[in-house]
């Protein structure tokens, strides 16, 4: 990376952003990452949610060793964690796992218990809204699983876009797959993915916040149910 591109201004990121949401709208996921890597170098990274390690995989595949960042909130499903630690054993990437300032018995003690039943918009913001944005200040450009048919709140996601909130450019290669492609990838390239999906569960989150989906619900029904909220605040 020159030091012209070390430089780059928010303008200058969102203008980049804005560009290439145009021009690489239809290009292929492998292809987004390749701009990806070429354009920001180490200043790059992927974030994953280790529901599956597809994102994880295509970047690895255009740059071995890239940063993969997890956020920890103290209350994954142990499955989740068994991906996490599967995905940094046997994939040429650098997992790198972010925790929120608190453990969840600190939380607990100034919140109360289960703030996730009570506020779960402050403990989203506490355990996964806060650490990223710490975890994402040495980068320009960060890479996301979303995709459009996963839930209407996702169904106008860019290729490539500028989030405004914390001033990188956000990319999600996959942003135009169906459930079907993602099966297929994951077929082909024998690619890590969380057990829980093979056991009712479509989306996965924190435990106290995920439930198996129903028979014709959409992927991300069953992430806080019946609680009026559907996105954790990273993505929106
Ligand atoms: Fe808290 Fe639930 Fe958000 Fe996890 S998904 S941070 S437990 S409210």
């Keep these: 990376m020159t030091t012209a591109q070390e430089q780059r201004t928010a303008e200058e990121l969102k203008a980049l952003a804005e560009r290439a949401g145009r021009e690489l709208e239809d290009a292929s996921a492998l292809d987004v990452m390749r701009w990806a890597v070429e354009t920001f170098g180490d200043r790059f990274c992927v974030t994953s949610s280790m529901e599956d390690a597809v994102v994880a995989h295509l970047a690895s595949r255009v740059k071995p060793g890239v940063d993969v960042v997890f956020l920890d909130t103290g209350y994954h499903f142990e499955e989740t964690i068994g991906t996490r630690d599967?995905?940094?054993?046997?994939?040429?990437?650098?997992?790198?796992?972010?925790?929120?300032?608190?453990?969840?018995?600190?939380?607990?003690?100034?919140?109360?218990?289960?703030?996730?039943?009570?506020?779960?918009?402050?403990?989203?913001?506490?355990?996964?809204?806060?650490?990223?944005?710490?975890?994402?200040?040495?980068?320009?450009?960060?890479?996301?699983?979303?995709?459009?048919?996963?839930?209407?709140?996702?169904?106008?996601?860019?290729?490539?876009?500028?989030?405004?909130?914390?001033?990188?450019?956000?990319?999600?290669?996959?942003?135009?797959?169906?459930?079907?492609?993602?099966?297929?990838?994951?077929?082909?390239h024998g690619v890590l993915t969380n057990p829980l999906l093979m056991d009712g569960y479509a989306s996965v989150g924190c435990a106290p916040c995920t439930r198996r989906v129903l028979e014709g619900e959409d992927a991300r029904a069953g992430r806080w149910a019946g609680r009026g909220k559907t996105e954790c605040g990273l993505h929106g």
């Design 86 to 188: 599967a995905v940094e054993a046997v994939m040429n990437v650098n997992v790198l796992t972010l925790t929120p300032r608190q453990t969840v018995a600190e939380q607990d003690a100034e919140y109360g218990p289960k703030l996730h039943d009570r506020d779960p918009d402050l403990c989203c913001k506490l355990r996964k809204v806060q650490p990223l944005e710490e975890g994402l200040k040495g980068y320009q450009a960060w890479a996301t699983g979303l995709r459009r048919d996963e839930s209407p709140t996702r169904a106008n996601t860019p290729v490539v876009g500028w989030d405004e909130k914390r001033g990188k450019v956000k990319i999600s290669p996959i942003a135009r797959w169906t459930q079907d492609d993602v099966d297929a990838y994951v077929a082909q």
